[in-house]
């Protein structure tokens, strides 16, 4: 009876630190996820190509602008005004999808493509989102 006695005081506690472990992976993997989402609705994103072609006699640049879904960068969406200004584009296009769905209020975009306008010739075509 001694023996057992001493076998259950060696006996180890079943080990909680693989839990712990665990939720720590799921709670940062979750971050990640809301960081990502996050930086894809609210984030800024300028990618540029270069075309070449025969029929072109000179460069021309444009400018793209497209999906925004009314986001708004910076007060009076200057953040993306002076993006776009600094790329110094000969054309300007708003390529759809500039406003949700379901929104009335087409303030943002109007005023956007007012504060573009002294910049270069802007082209609009509508998306899935303006047919609604």
């Known amino acids: ?27 940062a993997v979750v971050a990640l996820c809301i960081a990502s989402l996050a930086r894809s609705k609210y984030g800024l994103e300028n990618s540029r190509y270069e075309i070449t072609s025969a029929k072109v006699a000179k460069d ?3 400018v793209e602008i497209a999906d925004l879904h009314n986001a708004v960068f910076g007060e009076n969406n200057s ?18 999808d500039m406003v949700q769905e379901d929104e009335e209020d ?27």
Request: aromatic share 6%.
């Open 1 to 27: 009876m001694k023996e057992q006695q001493e076998k259950q005081v060696l006996k180890r506690p079943p080990r909680r630190w693989p839990r712990y472990v665990l939720g720590i992976v799921i709670i």
């Open 106 to 132: 087409l303030s943002v975009v109007t005023d956007l493509i007012k504060d573009l306008s002294d910049t270069a010739p802007i082209y609009f075509s509508i998306g899935n989102h303006e047919e609604a």
């Open 60 to 62: 021309i640049r444009i």
């Open 79 to 96: 953040r993306l005004v002076d993006m776009i200004k600094a790329q110094e584009p000969d054309l300007i296009l708003m390529v759809g």
